[in-house]
């Protein structure tokens, strides 16, 4: 069973920056596309980015265009997420998150077989 491991969060003022990873356990796991999630307190878990494994395809929430970079390391099999000019709505935990095939839309959890146990990103105002 392929375990991914978060990494990178913490607390920044707003307007910083953070860098989060992604670790998989095994290095020959090859995802089909990787997306981050996040979860605020009391609201529902919503997709922030996602990447194909394979090309150059990347995708954003609204919320986080321009501001947050998603990108990949396939020699190191690990996944990053670049995060500038943080709000304090980004505040949440945000999960890592590996995908065997789309249906559709990379933004959909069901598509989704491997989860990390995220890392929390609080961001003050």
């Known amino acids: 069973q392929v375990q991914l491991v978060e990494s990178g969060g913490g607390l920044v003022q707003a307007g910083g920056s953070l860098r989060l990873s992604c670790a998989a356990s095994?290095?020959?796991?090859?995802?089909?596309?990787m997306g981050w999630f996040r979860q605020a307190p009391g609201k529902e878990r919503e997709f922030v980015a996602a990447?194909?494994?394979?090309?150059?395809?990347?995708y954003y929430a609204d919320s986080v265009k321009g501001r947050f970079t998603i990108s990949r390391d396939n020699a190191k099999n690990t996944l990053n997420l670049q995060m500038n000019n943080l709000k304090p709505e980004d505040t949440a935990v945000y999960y890592c998150?590996?995908?065997?095939?789309?249906?559709?839309?990379?933004?959909?959890?069901?598509?989704?077989?491997?989860w990390g146990q995220g890392t929390q990103v609080t961001v003050s105002s």
């Open positions: 095994e290095r020959s796991f090859r995802p089909y596309a």
């Open positions: 998150a590996a995908s065997g095939a789309l249906t559709g839309s990379p933004a959909q959890e069901y598509d989704y077989d491997y």
């Open positions: 990447i194909y494994w394979r090309g150059d395809n990347t």
